[in-house]
């Protein structure tokens, strides 16, 4: 056999210091959702292509800055403006698959703030090191996002 399966769900919560329609954007725009999502500087997250819309894809690589060595794909299943984006990913290497999950972001309004919740559904194929990768790297990719709106950078790009 050459995979080993693992699965494993993760919810992850939290307050953006910036109105749901600004943090919203920051899900929606590619360049500026690049910016935040590699989870270290020394990460690289490129879009080769995105389509934000219900039924869209976006094609990114990711890894290292030197050798971004990850291709992954991901499909826009529902998209509901300021509220709601569920989405599915596959993630592979060299040709060979190494996980898939079902993403689910909902915001909500908490004062001027944003609230954020992430539920992602994760299935390996590379057994438990694409399991802790995906919760180590959604972590500080959201940490990203609650620094990035509280430094005000989202006002940058309107």
């Known amino acids: ?40 500087d020394d990460a690289a997250f490129v879009y080769t292509a995105a ?13 290292s800055l030197e050798n971004p060595q990850y291709t992954g794909r991901t499909t826009y299943i529902s998209i509901v403006p300021d509220e709601l984006v569920v989405s599915a990913e596959i993630v592979e290497a060299g040709g060979r698959k ?30 438990d090191r694409m399991i802790s990768g995906t919760e180590i790297g959604t972590n500080a990719a959201l940490d990203n996002l609650v620094e990035y709106c509280s430094l005000g950078r989202f006002l940058e790009r309107r």
């Open 1 to 40: 056999m050459d995979y080993e399966i693992g699965h494993k769900t993760f919810v992850f919560e939290r307050r953006c210091e910036a109105p749901v329609a600004s943090v919203f954007k920051a899900f929606a725009d590619p360049v500026i959702r690049a910016g935040w999502s590699a989870p270290s």
């Open 51 to 63: 389509d934000f819309r219900a039924g869209g894809e976006d094609h990114f690589r990711c890894g």
């Open 98 to 127: 190494l996980m898939s999950s079902l993403i689910t972001t909902e915001l909500a309004a908490d004062g001027d703030a944003t609230k954020v919740k992430m539920t992602v559904q994760v299935t390996s194929l590379f057994g």
